[in-house]
């Protein structure tokens, strides 16, 4: 029986086959390795006269099929790519942050016929806003009653009688002043706005507050300091106090409509009232809004 292959032999041989396999030679790879089989299971050969043999079948099978596979890795030359224009003006991400000449009345047309939560279904007006475009001054209130909801217009009932009050006690008039709620839409049986009610209208309030640009705004109510604190904690815990909202000094104070229930507490607006009175520059009188 004729003898195998030495060790070395051998691992030359694999060493040769791994070579010819990285190269992608999968199916020469497969009929070398029945040759070599087959040389190396056949008559004596002398090791070198097998080195040879393989190596010649080895190129004669190899560049044929190489050459055309060499070539396709040759990149052609790049062609040269137009200039592109430069971007001029606001990126998008400026463009997300600030919309260019907003305006109250675009802010009203983009909000539309609005039926974004379920508040539209119950709603007779939207009632978005009343005022001067000009204020220093924003009342934001909780949401629309019975008869801002007949009229399209904020704080026209008792609560907003009693607003209309304070504001005049301040030496102001309703028209010097802006005045808008946080959710458009009446809630039913004036129930606090829920939370995906006021995700989905705040947005507009927070348009319209960088469009008036106001010295100061007053929160009527937890609601609106809730909304844009982005906090839970009670009015309590912060009435009074000034606070900042994107750079506007804000206030919050007791509902109109709180006041109604709890006559008592109008002493307290009162030194509310006063500190912004003191903010914008106006006399501060010693009577007390009734």
Same mark, same amino acid.
């Given at each position: 029986?004729?003898?195998?292959? =030495?060790?070395?032999?051998?691992?030359?041989?694999? @060493?040769?086959?791994?070579?010819?396999?990285?190269?992608?030679? %999968?199916?020469?790879?497969?009929?070398?390795?029945?040759?070599?089989?087959?040389?190396?299971?056949?008559?004596?050969?002398?090791?070198?006269?097998?080195?040879?043999?393989?190596? !010649?079948?080895?190129?004669?099978?190899? /560049?044929?099929?190489?050459?055309?596979?060499?070539?396709?890795?040759?990149?052609?030359?790049?062609? $040269?790519?137009?200039?592109?224009?430069?971007?001029?003006?606001?990126?998008?991400? !400026?463009?997300?942050?600030?919309?260019?000449?907003?305006?109250?009345?675009?802010?009203?047309?983009?909000?539309?016929?609005?039926?974004?939560?379920?508040?539209?279904?119950?709603?007779?007006?939207?009632?978005?806003?009343?005022?001067?475009?000009?204020?220093?001054?924003?009342?934001?209130?909780?949401?629309?009653?019975? =008869?801002?909801?007949?009229?399209?217009?904020?704080? /026209?009932?008792?609560?907003?009688?009693?607003?209309?009050?304070?504001?005049?006690?301040?030496?102001?008039?309703?028209?010097?002043?802006?005045?808008?709620?946080?959710?458009?839409?009446?809630?039913?049986?004036? $129930?606090?706005?829920?939370?995906? !009610?006021?995700?989905?209208?705040?947005?507009?309030?927070?348009?319209?507050?960088?469009?008036?640009?106001?010295?100061?705004?007053?929160?009527?109510?937890?609601?609106?300091?809730?909304?844009?604190?982005?906090?839970?904690? %009670?009015?309590?815990?912060?009435?009074? @106090?000034?606070? =900042?909202?994107?750079?506007?000094?804000?206030?919050?104070?007791?509902?109109?409509?709180?006041?109604?229930?709890?006559?008592?507490?109008?002493? !307290?607006?009162?030194? =509310?009232?006063?500190?912004?009175?003191? @903010?914008?520059?106006?006399?501060?009188?010693?009577?007390?809004?009734?």
């Amino acid at each position: 029986m004729p003898d195998r292959p =030495d060790a070395a032999l051998q691992e030359k041989l694999n @060493e040769r086959l791994r070579f010819y396999e990285d190269l992608g030679l %999968g199916p020469f790879y497969r009929d070398r390795g029945v040759a070599i089989r087959r040389i190396a299971t056949s008559a004596a050969v002398a090791p070198e006269t097998l080195s040879v043999a393989i190596e !010649e079948s080895t190129l004669r099978k190899a /560049v044929p099929k190489l050459t055309p596979a060499v070539k396709t890795l040759v990149p052609e030359p790049a062609a $040269r790519l137009p200039t592109l224009p430069t971007a001029t003006g606001l990126s998008l991400f !400026e463009a997300s942050d600030k919309i260019l000449g907003d305006t109250l009345l675009k802010t009203r047309e983009d909000l539309g016929e609005c039926t974004r939560c379920k508040l539209h279904k119950t709603r007779n007006k939207i009632v978005f806003g009343d005022g001067s475009p000009k204020a220093d001054l924003v009342f934001i209130g909780e949401g629309p009653g019975a =008869d801002e909801d007949a009229q399209g217009l904020p704080f /026209v009932g008792r609560a907003g009688k009693l607003l209309t009050q304070m504001i005049e006690a301040m030496g102001l008039r309703r028209g010097d002043v802006y005045i808008c709620n946080v959710v458009k839409c009446r809630p039913p049986e004036n $129930r606090q706005p829920e939370k995906d !009610e006021v995700t989905a209208c705040s947005p507009f309030l927070f348009r319209q507050l960088d469009v008036l640009k106001p010295k100061v705004i007053v929160c009527l109510g937890s609601t609106a300091a809730q909304t844009l604190l982005q906090t839970n904690r %009670g009015i309590s815990h912060f009435r009074g @106090e000034w606070l =900042d909202f994107r750079g506007y000094k804000m206030l919050a104070t007791y509902h109109p409509a709180y006041l109604l229930r709890n006559p008592g507490a109008k002493g !307290e607006v009162w030194k =509310d009232l006063q500190k912004v009175m003191a @903010e914008l520059g106006l006399e501060v009188k010693k009577n007390k809004a009734k």
